[in-house]
């Protein structure tokens, strides 16, 4: 299958800061959160993509192009939200939206009025007398009706109030339907990647940390409660240990370990997604 | 649409597996019926907060045993079942609740005549009509 976008050996510098090297391919049908702390480098990456910051190294591929070449056919491909736009203030919705409209062919203005309905956006606003939250969904709504293949989402739903993120979250599910589109969505909201993502590509301080199927990673850890002393065994795998409790990521090893030491545990759990992206973002610190 | 599936990350039966037995019985206890639609892939992963590559494989299994057929554009729908398979469904998804809760109780160290001892209360209550 083609891919719909390919990164490979990426790498950026900025001052003191360092991204990648990144490796990625993102195949068709599939939503993949962007997780990481915060200057981890996450708008950086979707802004290299859109070719609106030069890489060190690397390659980048939309739709098979690549992005930094002449041929600028990929970015009829890709439709990007940054976290803020510059220059919209003065245009109200109405203008904001012819102006996108010229640009994408595949233009859905159905898809359009239904998100501005849905969301009650006021289109004869000047833009910058928008809250914030308004903003943010006129911003989506000139977004997703471009129908690019490729959707990069930077902090979409930030300061969108909570019905409105669960409209979003059904609009994003439709708009997928088709199966061949594909989203990268960066964000910090817990719910977006539960429920949106199909697989997570977490950086911490600009250093890739993996690219993991959702479930795989949820089974990859496990939390036990201990019953007999522990004292200071070291157990492989075991990535925390708070008393009696510990958390492992190789749950085979821990176990196998266990058993052969004869420490007995009388309960064992799954962690919750928001547990172990915060023990990945806070592990890899030591 | 929102269907009674409720999977449990505890469990040590993969999450796919989960999706296809609870299917399996919706489908054989009448719940639901030849012909009736089912959520898109997307749709199903979004309410069950796992990935399209977990939902696709559950659909595939129930495909592959005749329980769902999808339609090139049209979705996915819930085939014609024989009888037969009906019944063979209820017994098993009967009798894996019945065994998982004897892994239950065994894992609290109850014995075997404990939970014999406990089975036959709950018996008697329902034949007393309680």
């Known amino acids: ?286 | 649409m929102e269907l009674p599936i409720r999977i449990s990350k505890d469990s040590r039966e993969p999450i796919y597996h989960q999706i296809v037995n609870q299917f399996k019985a919706l489908i054989a206890g009448g719940h639901l019926s030849a012909g009736a639609p089912l959520p898109s892939i997307r749709a199903l992963s979004k309410d069950l907060e796992i990935s399209i590559i977990t939902t696709r494989r559950a659909y595939q299994d129930l495909e592959l045993q005749g329980f769902i057929k999808t339609l090139q554009g049209k979705g996915t729908f819930v085939a014609e079942i024989a009888e037969d398979l009906k019944e063979e469904v209820k017994v098993t998804s009967v009798h894996n609740i019945i065994e998982n809760a004897v892994d239950t109780a065994l894992s609290y160290d109850y014995n075997l005549s404990q939970v014999k001892e406990i089975f036959l209360t709950i018996l008697k209550d329902k034949e007393k009509g309680e």
């Open chain 1, 1 to 286: 299958m083609n891919s719909l976008l390919y990164i490979e050996h990426l790498e950026k510098r900025i001052d003191e800061f360092h991204l990648g090297p990144i490796n990625l391919e993102i195949e068709p049908g599939t939503i993949t959160a962007l997780v990481g702390n915060n200057g981890s480098g996450k708008s950086t990456f979707l802004k290299l993509i859109m070719n609106l910051a030069k890489p060190e190294k690397g390659n980048i591929k939309v739709n098979n192009i690549f992005t930094h070449g002449e041929n600028e056919d990929w970015k009829n491909s890709v439709a990007y939200l940054p976290q803020t736009v510059l220059g919209w203030d003065a245009f109200t919705g109405n203008t904001l939206k012819e102006l996108i409209k010229a640009l994408y062919p595949n233009w859905d203005e159905e898809l359009f009025l239904k998100m501005v309905n849905l969301f009650e956006i006021p289109l004869n606003k000047k833009f910058s007398k928008l809250s914030q939250g308004v903003q943010q969904k006129l911003n989506l709504a000139l977004t997703l009706p471009r129908n690019a293949p490729l959707l990069l989402l930077d902090e979409p739903t930030y300061f969108m109030d909570i019905p409105s993120k669960k409209i979003l979250m059904d609009l994003i599910v439709d708009w997928m339907e088709p199966g061949d589109r594909s989203i990268i969505i960066a964000s910090h909201q817990i719910d977006d990647i539960r429920k949106l993502s199909d697989y997570l590509f977490v950086l911490h301080n600009g250093k890739f940390l993996g690219h993991f199927e959702k479930e795989e990673l949820i089974e990859n850890y496990a939390r036990y409660w201990i019953t007999s002393s522990l004292e200071d065994a070291t157990i492989p795998g075991v990535v925390l240990q708070e008393g009696n409790v510990i958390i492992s990521n190789r749950i085979s090893e821990t176990e196998n370990y266990l058993e052969s030491q004869n420490i007995k545990w009388n309960k064992r759990n799954t962690l919750e997604l928001d547990d172990i992206i915060t023990l990945l973002l806070t592990q890899n610190k030591q």
